[in-house]
């Protein structure tokens, strides 16, 4: 089994960053992708940023050029830097990570942006 655990989530300004960290725990292999989805209430969760274990990224639309995935494996964790918040970013962020053919998610952290 695979844990996730995410953090870094708050309250934040328009305008305002906030940095998310995912951590990996428990049986770790060799992941093909990891990433960042959201889901605000009433609606479907989307992805946000995904990377993949050779280092190829892929954003929403929405965040490009706000957001920046990044990971340290030698962590086993992903990061999620993201600038410039706006009301609309305003979701749970889920953590997700695709190994061996099974999908595992974290918990969800709330980010909320309001003035």
């Known amino acids: 089994q695979v844990q996730l655990v995410e953090s870094g989530g708050g309250l934040v300004q328009p305008g305002g960053s906030l940095r998310l960290s995912c951590a990996a725990s428990?049986?770790?292999?060799?992941?093909?992708?990891m990433g960042w989805y959201r889901q605000a209430p009433g609606k479907q969760r989307d992805m946000v940023a995904t990377?993949?274990?050779?280092?190829?990224?892929a954003y929403a639309d929405s965040v490009k050029g706000r957001f920046t995935i990044s990971r340290d494996d030698a962590k086993n964790t992903v990061y999620l830097q993201m600038n410039t918040l706006k009301p609309e970013d305003t979701a749970v962020y889920y953590c997700?990570?695709?190994?061996?053919?099974?999908?595992?998610w974290g918990q969800g952290t709330q980010v909320t942006v309001s003035s």
């Open positions: 997700h990570r695709y190994q061996r053919g099974r999908d595992y």
């Open positions: 428990g049986s770790i292999f060799d992941y093909f992708r």
């Open positions: 990377i993949t274990s050779g280092g190829n990224t």
